[in-house]
């Protein structure tokens, strides 16, 4: 009797403990990261732009926006950053996703590390992914007439890389998205569902649309369990080619005819009026191109087309996150889901028609008609025939009020708009936080949030400890400020160090260290490092002990 006495306190016992993992697992905010592709700082309504955006304002206003978040400057760089929680070359991708044999420069995700889903599936999270991918190795066919046949979905027969890179190999459950960065919003190259290659899309088929309506498909099936769930959506809008919905490009039509200062200074006047920055350490900044006055500009009505295109982009991409929203409401899980959006990177200055096509960039639809590269701006841009990017004017507008962009590391490429929206936890409403952090801390955050541990070692493999740190105390005010020491950044030769308001910055390998009292200058319009030279000595070596320790060096 004794026996089946103590067999059943057991049996009740292990079935409370059942339940009480339940209650624990149910209780667990859902986690839902954004991330937009190439969106300057002041594109979006909440950060100063005239760009349609009521969903995304809506987060704002109900949440937290931080203004000195920064990303890593580059597409896949940043999204290896936001993945692993470490700078990019410590994740092996310092450059892009090319093997250039060197160990901060892979091209792939590298053993040394694990991903935000790998880390929250272990504390009992389901997890999904959608959208661009941009982590794994792209190695063209042999040829340029073989890659272009592939690119316009001419040969079919084969993976797009090493499928044990792709997403559902690295902690994802479900995955819908494509393995390489650029796309053809219309008929993307390199579409896989899992790790299928999607052979065909419908005719009315516009990849902004089923990026949003796979994200709220996936949450209504995570809904159905009471397990909460990790998902990372990772929209390609707006990066070029610039390609929207006749509907969309319709609203902004005359919004951008006025050009670029004109709407530099808008954004300016909206940003103060805003609360987003403060006059006397905010300038707004001189255009990058002054030589370019648009009065004289023969090409204007190109121009204002091309902005408008890039404000469609953004436009459809908040009207899904609308859907997002919806189906999470719909599910009764939005109260205890934590959003976060943010951009890859500054708004892009690249000229995709100058390169033509090869590599990621078709020359032909899959019906044969032919894309236009023309440098001549004789062919409007906006329809599925047509391969366009803003250019530096427009990219400089969306940085406002920054200098530079995409691929930089002064302000206007690595300093992204970012919204925490969490109505169970960020009580405040509508407010702003210049507390400097990065998204390394993104998985600091998520694991903190989950009650995940982060790993020592991982299917056999050491992992590197992350540098990030949690944002959970920030955004509760339970710690008011000082999360880093120091921030590093490094890309292509162009390379920043910022410790405390103080931050070095220089344009390229072979350019000379500024440096900036972003306190009272966050524009970077006075270098001082004439006027504190030990100062810059000093955070120029700090910077290369750092470069050392993260993998910067050697380099390819």
Same mark, same amino acid.
């Given at each position: ?141 042999? @040829?340029?007439?073989? /890659?272009?046949?592939?690119? =316009?979905?001419?040969? +079919? !027969?084969?993976?797009?890389?090493? *499928?044990? %890179? &792709? ?27 899992? @790790?299928?290659?999607? /052979?065909?899309?419908?005719? =009315?088929?516009?990849? +902004? !649309?089923?990026?949003?309506?796979? *994200?709220? %498909? &996936? ?41 670029? !200062? ?295």
């Amino acid at each position: 009797m004794a026996f089946f006495r103590h067999a059943k306190i057991l049996c009740l016992l292990f079935i409370w403990l059942i339940y009480a993992a339940g209650v624990s697992a149910q209780n667990k905010p859902n986690i839902i990261i954004v991330m937009a592709d190439d969106l300057g700082f002041s594109d979006i309504g909440c950060y100063g732009g005239e760009i349609k955006t009521p969903n995304l304002d809506r987060l704002a206003s109900h949440g937290l926006r931080m203004t000195s978040f920064y990303n890593a400057s580059r597409c896949c760089p940043t999204r290896a950053s936001l993945l692993t929680g470490q700078y990019p070359h410590t994740a092996g991708i310092g450059n892009m996703t090319s093997d250039q044999g060197q160990p901060g420069y892979r091209g792939f995700l590298q053993p040394n590390v694990v991903t935000i889903a790998q880390v929250l599936k272990g504390a009992g999270y389901q997890t999904g992914m959608v959208g661009k991918w941009h982590v794994s190795e792209t190695e063209p066919l042999p @040829t340029k007439e073989e /890659q272009l046949a592939w690119l =316009d979905h001419q040969i +079919t !027969n084969r993976d797009f890389s090493d *499928t044990l %890179s &792709y997403p559902v190999h690295k902690g994802f459950d479900k995955y819908y998205g494509n393995i390489w960065g650029v796309v053809d919003y219309f008929d993307p190259f390199s579409l896989v569902n899992g @790790t299928r290659p999607i /052979q065909s899309v419908p005719k =009315d088929f516009y990849y +902004t !649309n089923a990026i949003g309506d796979s *994200t709220a %498909s &996936y949450i209504r099936q995570f809904a159905q369990k009471e397990v909460p769930f990790f998902m990372y959506v990772a929209f390609t809008a707006p990066h070029w080619p610039l390609q929207a919905l006749e509907s969309d490009i319709r609203k902004y039509e005359n919004t951008y005819k006025k050009g670029w !200062n004109y709407i530099r200074e808008k954004r300016y006047q909206k940003m103060l009026k805003l609360g987003l920055i403060k006059p006397n350490q905010v300038k707004l900044s001189r255009f990058m191109t002054p030589e370019r006055g648009w009065e004289k500009n023969a090409d204007s009505l190109w121009d204002a087309r091309a902005m408008a295109v890039h404000a469609a982009m953004v436009d459809r991409l908040d009207q899904n996150i609308g859907k997002m929203m919806d189906a999470l409401q719909k599910s009764g899980q939005l109260d205890n889901t934590l959003i976060v959006f943010l951009s890859d990177n500054g708004a892009s200055p690249e000229q995709p028609a100058k390169f033509g096509p090869g590599f990621d960039r078709s020359g032909t639809t899959r019906d044969s008609r032919k894309i236009s590269f023309s440098v001549n701006k004789d062919v409007m841009p906006g329809p599925q025939t047509t391969h366009f990017g803003i250019g530096p004017e427009w990219a400089n507008v969306s940085c406002t009020p920054f200098r530079y962009w995409k691929s930089k590391e002064h302000e206007g490429g690595i300093a992204t708009p970012f919204i925490a929206y969490w109505p169970n936890k960020i009580k405040a409403q509508n407010k702003i936080s210049d507390e400097p952090a990065h998204i390394i801390d993104l998985m600091s955050t998520c694991t903190d949030i989950a009650g995940a541990i982060y790993p020592e070692t991982f299917e056999g493999h050491r992992i590197t400890p992350t540098p990030g740190k949690s944002l959970l105390p920030l955004w509760t005010g339970k710690q008011k400020a000082h999360l880093h020491d120091e921030l590093f950044w490094e890309h292509n030769g162009a390379a920043a160090l910022r410790q405390g308001d103080w931050k070095i910055v220089r344009v390229d390998i072979n350019a000379p260290w500024e440096l900036y009292d972003l306190a009272k200058d966050r524009s970077e319009t006075q270098n001082l490092s004439a006027t504190y030279p030990q100062r810059m000595e000093a955070m120029k070596k700090k910077w290369e002990e750092l470069a050392n320790r993260y993998s910067v060096f050697p380099k390819p």
